[in-house]
């Protein structure tokens, strides 16, 4: 250590940093709870030349393999709410906080906006960087700024939603994973604005079980919850990423042209393009419930892939690959893989 601030571990296992519970090492690995603390363990890693990898809740990366440099779990916590008025607040959160946790503290509190990204695992920091999404809401709707650490700049900026260029599950961040490291989050949310219940699982859900007219943020959160746990599988109990590829986006005449050939197609249409559902075509493909040794393709959501235990990195990447190449082949469309993986030279290998 240099400055007795920040412990650092040599050769660390990250199997319990990472949600598929895959088996790496890092040859270093610290916490940090601060801005101070992350400068200095950034500051120690440039000098040594290492490579860094900014880790939260690990559940929407690969780790593959084991990483050379030094890891770093972002730990800040804090939550507050300013600006508040009789419609709305700002939700102000640190980049280490729990996200479940924090929706279900915005939704008790009666607000809306990301009631329906309810059960997404992972740290507040990890959400623009992806964009999380689901049932219809991305966090982005929501965002007011992000602040990060530029260490290209070597200063803290805080960047609006615009200039976090957010897009489907990607961002500014996500595209410039070396530069940035998030610290806080500022989410506008709403007491007014009118629920999101378009997404098809949850119009069935309250079909049966609810009258749309009285329903509460937090019965829509509940529902989502759920919703999700009747086909994703808990990663504490089978290890996963969450869903593993972006629903791919495709021009209306290659949509219209595959829905002539797949009339149950499953896709969102939109002016200009549609997005299909990635899961559908890999279950049509014959994928779901497919396992092999130690990986697999989970039993009730095909786009989940999932590690059944005592299984390496490349295992599930070689999967990844067949799966991809076969949709490719059969549909002419691209599967991107949605989690980020590392080591970074893993992407190149498996054509990623």
């Not at 500014?172 to 378009?198: A, E, I, M, Q």
């Amino acid at each position: 250590m240099n400055s007795g601030v920040v412990e650092r571990e040599a050769d660390v296992s990250l199997q319990t940093c990472n949600t598929l519970r895959l088996p790496a090492k890092a040859a270093w690995l610290c916490r940090v709870k601060n801005i101070e603390e992350l400068c200095e363990a950034l500051d120690w890693a440039d000098h040594r030349s290492l490579p860094t990898l900014i880790l939260g809740g690990g559940s929407n990366v690969i780790v593959a393999d084991d990483f050379p440099g030094l890891v770093i779990k972002v730990a800040f916590s804090g939550r507050c709410w300013s600006d508040v008025s009789a419609e709305s607040a700002t939700l102000e959160l640190g980049a280490g906080e729990n996200w479940h946790a924090t929706v279900m503290y915005a939704v008790r509190a009666g607000y809306r906006g990301i009631e329906n990204l309810a059960l997404i695992p992972g740290t507040v920091g990890a959400a623009p960087i992806q964009n999380i999404g689901a049932y219809g809401v991305e966090l982005s709707h929501t965002v007011v700024d992000v602040q990060v650490w530029d260490r290209e700049a070597g200063d803290t900026r805080t960047l609006s939603a615009d200039e976090c260029e957010f897009g489907y599950r990607d961002s500014l961040f996500k595209r410039h994973p070396d530069r940035y490291v998030v610290l806080r989050v500022r989410l506008r949310l709403s007491r007014k604005t009118p629920l999101n219940l378009g997404y098809r699982d949850l119009q069935e859900f309250f079909e049966e079980n609810a009258d749309v007219g009285t329903l509460t943020p937090e019965d829509v959160a509940r529902a989502v919850m759920q919703v999700r746990c009747r086909k994703l599988p808990d990663p504490d109990f089978l290890p996963n990423a969450g869903s593993f590829f972006k629903n791919p986006v495709v021009a209306l005449g290659q949509y219209r042209t595959l829905k002539e050939r797949f009339p149950e197609l499953v896709a969102y249409e939109s002016a200009d393009s549609a997005k299909l559902a990635a899961g559908w075509l890999i279950d049509f493909c014959g994928w779901k419930g497919y396992r092999e040794s130690h990986v697999g393709v989970h039993n009730r959501q095909a786009l989940v892939l999932v590690h059944h235990g005592d299984g390496e990195g490349r295992e599930l990447l070689s999967l990844a690959a067949r799966i991809r190449d076969d949709v490719k082949g059969r549909f002419g469309v691209a599967l991107e893989v949605e989690p980020r993986i590392f080591p970074v030279e893993l992407r190149s290998e498996f054509g990623f």
